[in-house]
């Protein structure tokens, strides 16, 4: 039986320009397309996990307003159960994206209602928690709220996965209750207070977060691939060869996969094969949601 998977987090419009090159400060670059869609991490991560076959639920916070009323829609669309989402006084967040020719990208985020998330809102939607299997947040949202979230969860024995992105300063208290942690090496060097330079640095650096009580430990490590640390052994999934055209969303497509598969009683190793799979697909296509795959191009 497929579990149930909650996304808390934050939702954007994203605003992206194509150029050459990234602007130097003070400069003005001429860009190419421009395109518009909806993005934050953490509903990139739900339209992901949704688009994989997963059973979700996503909680998020909007503003009264064009991009809000865009953004239901979008959900609704998407089949996402869109009975979490609240309303706030503070304007829709919104993401102002620059992707080169190299597909790297730069992103300013201005959060708006993202920011507007409290322990009280968090505490309203304790039913949905309860009935979750998986939950999975990102660091989009202020961490009270996440921290209160993890703490629930955690008591009630759901699974609680945290993406640590971006790298925001988080209480001691919160790695007790984290089942698996995934981050990237700049985040996996923050949070452990050790160098990350390589698959054997980035296994010691999350040994010693794992001693602090996180779980168990993800680190994704871009176009190399994705190392798995339980308490007593690494191993390593590469990453599949293509040319990528957008980086934006590969990490939160990689996460959302991840969990469906965890949703269906795979093992971390398979979930992150699956994963692997799912984020290669997006990372050829531009934008974020718009670019997370369906299930039945998942192929070998």
Not at 98 to 115: F, L, P, R
Request: some cysteine; glycine content about 8%.
């Amino acid at each position: 039986m497929k579990g149930k998977i909650l996304v808390i987090g934050s939702t954007n419009t994203d605003m992206t320009a194509f150029c050459s090159k990234m602007p130097a400060p003070g400069e003005t670059v001429l860009g190419n397309d421009f395109v518009m869609g909806p993005g934050g991490k953490g509903a990139n991560q739900a339209v992901a996990a949704k688009r994989l076959g997963g059973d979700v639920k996503f909680i998020c916070k909007v503003g009264d307003d064009i991009f809000g009323e865009n953004t239901k829609r979008h959900f609704s669309d998407e089949g996402l159960d869109t009975s979490g989402v609240m309303i706030s006084q503070k304007p829709s967040g919104v993401a102002l994206i620059t992707v080169d020719k190299s597909a790297e990208n730069c992103i300013v985020v201005a959060s708006g209602a993202n920011n507007d998330y409290t322990e009280e809102d968090i505490r309203s939607c304790r039913e949905a928690i309860m009935e979750c299997d998986i939950l999975l947040m990102q660091l989009e949202i202020p961490v009270p709220a996440v921290v209160e979230a993890a703490r629930i969860a955690h008591e009630a024995g759901k699974t609680v996965v945290l993406n640590p992105a971006p790298a925001l300063d988080l209480p001691e208290e919160i790695f007790k209750y984290i089942s698996l942690f995934i981050p990237n090496e700049n985040e996996l060097e923050k949070y452990s207070g050790l160098p990350v330079s390589d698959e054997a640095s980035a296994a010691q650096a999350a040994w010693a977060l794992m001693s602090r009580g996180v779980g168990n430990i993800i680190v994704t490590m871009g176009s190399k691939g994705s190392l798995i640390c339980r308490e007593d052994q690494a191993s390593f999934v590469a990453a599949r060869k293509v040319e990528a055209v957008d980086t934006t969303g590969a990490g939160d497509c990689y996460c959302g996969a991840l969990c469906v598969a965890l949703s269906e009683g795979e093992t971390l190793e398979a979930a992150a094969e699956f994963a692997t799979k799912a984020s290669a697909l997006a990372v050829q296509r531009p934008g974020a949601q718009n670019a997370m795959p369906y299930r039945k191009e998942i192929v070998d």
